[in-house]
């Protein structure tokens, strides 16, 4: 059975830090492509940042430059590192495999299993 597991949101100051994980686990075959979604309360789900097989990563304009995604295959864990993190970074925070391109990495429909989503938020 796929599963997708986030873990390590929280609540942090503007300015600060957080890693998620993604553990993957039941998955067969080619290693898939992992991305990362939001979702602010009221708003619509959003791409964060994707990363390939071979480690090529897209990220969204409002987050590059601050977040970085690294996997880990011998783990079957991907990470994302967000860094000076604001206020709009808040926000439910899912990660999803499927075996698309990067070109559509930061598009939803383009994976087929997702996690149950671990929060963050940020705020003063």
């Known amino acids: 059975q796929v599963q997708l597991v986030e873990s390590g949101g929280g609540l942090v100051h503007p300015g600060g830090s957080l890693t998620l994980s993604c553990a993957a686990s039941?998955?067969?075959?080619?290693?898939?492509?992992v991305g990362w979604f939001r979702q602010a309360p009221g708003k619509e789900r959003e791409g964060v940042s994707c990363?390939?097989?071979?480690?090529?990563?897209v990220f969204a304009w409002s987050v590059k430059g601050r977040f970085t995604m690294s996997r880990d295959n011998a783990k079957n864990t991907v990470y994302l590192q967000m860094n000076s993190l604001k206020i709009e970074d808040t926000g439910v925070y899912y990660c999803?495999?499927?075996?698309?391109?990067?070109?559509?990495?930061?598009?939803?429909?383009?994976?087929?299993?997702w996690g149950q989503g671990t929060p963050v938020t940020v705020q003063s």
């Open positions: 039941g998955f067969t075959g080619e290693p898939y492509m």
């Open positions: 999803a495999a499927g075996q698309g391109g990067l070109v559509s990495g930061l598009v939803a429909s383009t994976y087929t299993y």
């Open positions: 990363i390939d097989n071979g480690g090529n990563e």
